[in-house]
Structures are given as C-alpha cells and as structure tokens.
C-alpha cells in the first residue's frame, strides 16, 4: 500500500521564478491538500483539491494555484517567487467522507523543501 | 477567527515519565483533532486523533482527552522513551471547513 509520495524532495530557485511541485495520494485517497511550513511553524493550508476541482482555499495569494489529475494526482505551481515562499511543501491525501467537511483523515507525504535566493 | 493555540512550546520529560501537551481552539464547531509526530526532516506523521462525539481515546501508550465545553483536547504519553522526542503539533477541523488548523508545535525531548 503506497502512501503519499511527493517530488521534486528539494529545489532551489531564484526570485521571480516559477516552480511546480508534485505529489501522488495514498492509494484509494482522492482528495489531496497543500500545506505549507515554515521552520518552527506549523502546516498552513494552501488550498484543497477533489474531482479535479479546487474546493476550499486558506491565505495564500493568487500566485499559488493547482491542478488535480483525473488519477488524483496534484501539482502546485507558485508563480513571481519571492524570498518569503522559501519553506517546506507538504501534500496531504484523505478520502472524501459522505458525512461532509471536517472529518477526513489527512496523511502526509515527505514534502520538498523550496529553497528561494 | 478559526485558531488553535498549543503548550508548551518546548517539554523535557525523563525517560520513563509521563508528557502531557495541551491545545486549546476557538470554535465550537471544531469536530476533528488529530495529532501529528515530526521528526527532524521528516513529514508529519499521524499518531492519534478523535472526532467530537468521543472523549478518550488510546493507542498505547498515547491517549487523547477532548473536553469540548472548555474547547481543549490534550496528548498524553506514558512512559517515554527517546525515541518520542520530535516535534508534536495538535490540529482541528470544523464541520464547515476542510483545511487543519495546526497549532505551533511542541518540541519534546526525552533524556536517557
């Protein structure tokens, strides 16, 4: 049973690039969420993605979008890169539950860890 | 707003003792609270969680207690080995929301 796997582990940029991150869902999962982690923090929410379709967003500026696969694999892109979106990237997948938001159980993956200079 | 405040921030147990972390959150409509263990590089791991229509829950040698009038929910852990010390962080959720709310980690260390 393959759990949440996510690449690139590492990646270094520089200011004003774009960068795409990938993850892939624990197997059966179809629902899969962005986190982001700053050292010391905890995760902040990015966004949420089921059936392909953006479902909930936290505050992160347009910059940050997603895409789902019709496989429930995701993609983050984070466009115009500043300095301050250095930190670690976490996906997590859950399945959808019929009894509605607040209940799912979201594992994670290992992360990339986004290095802006 | 939605918040979940966690303490302490640092805990240094005994090998063998007991650790208790407290989160506390702001929304009575939270209904979800997992418990996640990060080790240093690592991805948060899932170790225990409970839903608001129950107020203990154990795995071992790790429990969980929801108090939902006081809004609180706190980890126990007893008798610690070493292998415990990492980063422990609570979260919630709330029944109009899909996003984990975490609070701001608690760093365990267990001394040998």
């Known amino acids: 049973d393959a759990g949440v796997t996510q690449s690139p582990t590492h990646l270094i940029k520089t200011r004003g690039q774009q960068v795409t991150l990938r993850c892939s869902p624990k197997?059966?999962?179809?629902?899969v969420s962005w986190y982001q982690q700053a050292l010391g923090q905890g995760p902040q929410f990015i966004f949420q993605?089921?059936?392909?379709?953006?479902?909930q967003r936290g505050n992160f500026p347009d910059r940050f979008s997603g895409h789902q696969f019709p496989n429930y694999s995701s993609e983050l892109n984070v466009n115009a890169l500043l300095l301050g979106d250095s930190a670690h990237y976490l996906c997590?997948?859950?399945?959808?539950?019929?009894?509605?938001?607040?209940?799912?159980?979201?594992?994670f993956g290992p992360g990339t860890r986004l290095l802006v200079l | 707003g939605e918040n979940v405040e966690q303490h302490p921030s640092t805990l240094s147990v005994q090998e063998g003792d007991s650790a208790v972390i407290k989160c506390t959150y702001s929304?009575?409509?939270?209904?979800?609270f997992p418990w996640y263990k990060q080790e240093l590089g690592k991805r948060p791991q899932l170790i225990i969680d409970?839903?608001?229509?129950?107020g203990e829950k154990k795995d071992q040698r790790i429990a969980v207690t929801l108090n939902k009038t006081a809004k609180h929910f706190s980890l126990h852990i007893t008798e610690t080995q070493p292998e415990d010390s990492a980063v422990y962080f609570c979260?919630?959720?709330?029944?109009?929301?899909?996003?984990?709310?975490f609070g701001s980690g608690t760093r365990l260390l267990v001394r040998p």
């Open positions: 997590a997948s859950s399945l959808a539950r019929w009894e509605g938001p607040g209940l799912e159980t979201q594992y």
């Open positions: 197997s059966g999962h179809d629902t």
């Open positions: 993605y089921y059936e392909e379709e953006e479902r």
């Open positions: 929304d009575s409509a939270s209904n979800y």
């Open positions: 409970i839903r608001s229509n129950v």
């Open positions: 979260a919630a959720s709330w029944d109009s929301s899909y996003k984990l709310i």
